[in-house]
């Protein structure tokens, strides 16, 4: 849709937030409390360290690798890291992977109008903007794929990998997802989308049960 229709700042702005809202509710509703409850100090600290460096890393790519090919490598890699996280979800549980799928889908749709709104502004043809879109998407069932071994491990190291994947979850929406939606003047309609969101998917969590 975005390759016919652009948005406007203010419809992203709302898209940001909405995502924001979700993910942060599915990073505190479902994977913090499996952390709690393993109560592993230790597989805590190691993950959530290797969270945030895995993300500064990231963060430090996006100003070395300039123009079209640094939006292409760090929305790959953006999508990959969110396919090991949605992977990790579902080794917490099922409702957990699922309620991560949903939050996940809404911040790839976000990633989905940014990388088209570049390659529109750099010439691309609508069918090969199209295509690449399609095939960076393809990161995140791959990324999901790559970490179902987890399950099989340890609780503690498994405790790793939620915590990783939590500090993940919190970097996304604190520093790309609202950082950005800011960029754009806010207007209340669109700052209460954080919290439709966020009470959006704790809803949905106890209608599933």
Same mark, same amino acid.
């Given at each position: 849709?975005?390759?016919?229709?652009?948005?406007?700042?203010?419809?992203?702005?709302?898209?940001?937030?909405?995502?924001?809202?979700?993910?942060?509710?599915?990073?505190?509703?479902?994977?913090?409390?499996?952390?709690?409850?393993?109560?592993?100090?230790?597989?805590?600290?190691?993950?959530?360290?290797?969270?945030?460096?895995?993300?500064?890393?990231?963060?430090?790519?996006? #100003?070395? $690798?300039?123009?079209? @090919? !640094? %939006?292409? =490598?760090?929305?790959? +890699?953006?999508?990959?890291?969110?396919?090991? /996280?949605?992977?990790?979800?579902?080794?917490?549980?099922?409702?957990?992977?699922?309620?991560?799928?949903?939050?996940?889908?809404?911040?790839?749709?976000?990633?989905?109008?940014?990388?088209?709104?570049?390659?529109?502004?750099?010439?691309?043809?609508?069918? #090969?903007? $199209?295509?690449?879109? @399609? !095939? %960076?998407? =393809?990161?995140?069932? +791959?990324?999901?794929?790559?970490?179902?071994? /987890?399950?099989?491990?340890?609780?503690?190291?498994?405790?790793?990998?939620?915590?990783?994947?939590?500090?993940?979850?919190?970097?996304?929406?604190?520093?790309?997802?609202?950082?950005?939606?800011?960029?754009?003047?806010?207007?209340?309609?669109?700052?209460?989308?954080?919290?439709?969101?966020?009470?959006? %998917?704790?809803?949905?969590?106890?209608?599933?049960?």
């Amino acid at each position: 849709m975005a390759v016919w229709v652009r948005p406007g700042p203010q419809a992203i702005s709302a898209i940001q937030h909405f995502a924001a809202g979700v993910i942060f509710a599915a990073a505190a509703g479902e994977i913090l409390p499996d952390i709690k409850h393993q109560g592993s100090v230790v597989a805590t600290f190691v993950g959530g360290v290797a969270g945030v460096a895995t993300m500064l890393l990231i963060k430090e790519l996006e #100003r070395f $690798i300039k123009g079209r @090919a !640094g %939006l292409l =490598a760090t929305i790959g +890699i953006d999508i990959l890291i969110d396919g090991l /996280v949605l992977g990790i979800g579902f080794a917490a549980g099922a409702k957990a992977g699922l309620l991560l799928t949903i939050a996940l889908s809404l911040e790839v749709v976000f990633l989905g109008l940014a990388l088209t709104t570049g390659l529109t502004a750099a010439g691309w043809t609508r069918r #090969r903007i $199209i295509a690449v879109t @399609a !095939g %960076l998407m =393809a990161l995140m069932p +791959i990324g999901a794929v790559l970490s179902a071994p /987890v399950t099989a491990l340890s609780a503690p190291v498994v405790t790793g990998f939620l915590a990783f994947g939590l500090v993940a979850l919190l970097y996304l929406v604190t520093e790309e997802l609202l950082v950005e939606a800011h960029e754009t003047p806010d207007r209340p309609w669109v700052a209460a989308l954080f919290f439709a969101g966020f009470l959006l %998917l704790l809803l949905l969590e106890e209608t599933i049960g």
